[in-house]
């Protein structure tokens, strides 16, 4: 928790104040990481089962930041990437071994006494976790399937869309003439002009 917490005040050359909030903070997102392995009746939680793609996201996402951040020496935001990954996982109750084995591996620079633990113990390695090969980042999860946009009517932003993430210009506009909160905007108008900006922003101009 130490270790961890010292990390996470900040960049290593600043100087840093003291807050033993920080320090519970800390500690609960440790206990919270030991809650993906174990119940709290010390039961193991580990399947088999493949992992989903929301899944696969957060880890791979995870990995990417931190390996990034340690060649930097910017642990603070890896802490921070940490607790980010461990409150998705939560949400997805994620039992994955796939996805959990390779935390523990990103997660033993940081916290080297839990990793060791749970690749020991939860894991069932015989060799240390410092000989694990470190995890190599798949782009293929880091790409988004579907993407945002905004929906205005004579520069007015009135409501969002997803969309396809390759859908070209004609079926984004198609989609946003199409939506059912268009009507009101539509009533009574003849449409002028539309104009897509490509992954942001649907501009219908209407008289």
Not at 27 to 47: A, E, N, P, V
Not at 127 to 152: C, F, G, M, Q, T
Request: glycine share 4%; aromatic share 10%; charged share 25%.
């Amino acid at each position: 928790t130490l270790r961890m917490y010292e990390m996470f005040l900040g960049p290593l050359e600043q100087s840093k104040p003291w807050d033993t909030n920080g320090i519970d903070g800390v500690h609960k997102f440790l206990r919270r990481f030991w809650r993906l392995f174990f119940d709290r009746d010390g039961r193991l939680l580990l399947s088999d089962e493949p992992a989903t793609d929301k899944e696969l996201r957060t880890l791979h996402k995870t990995i990417k930041k931190v390996t990034d951040d340690i060649e930097n020496f910017s642990f603070n935001t890896s802490v921070a990437a940490f607790m980010i990954c461990v409150n998705e996982l939560s949400q997805q109750k994620c039992t994955s071994r796939a996805v959990l084995e390779q935390l523990v591996v990103v997660l033993a620079p940081f916290a080297p006494h839990i990793a060791e633990e749970l690749w020991h113990t939860a894991l069932g390695h015989d060799s240390s976790i410092v000989d694990a090969a470190w995890p190599e980042v798949n782009e293929e999860y880091l790409r988004e399937s579907s993407v945002n946009y905004a929906v205005s009517f004579n520069g007015k932003a009135r409501f969002n869309i997803q969309m396809p993430v390759d859908a070209d210009a004609d079926t984004v506009q198609a989609a946003a003439l199409a939506h059912e909160s268009a009507a009101r905007w539509l009533d009574g108008k003849t449409v002028r002009k539309v104009i897509v900006v490509p992954g942001k922003i649907v501009n219908i101009v209407v008289g």
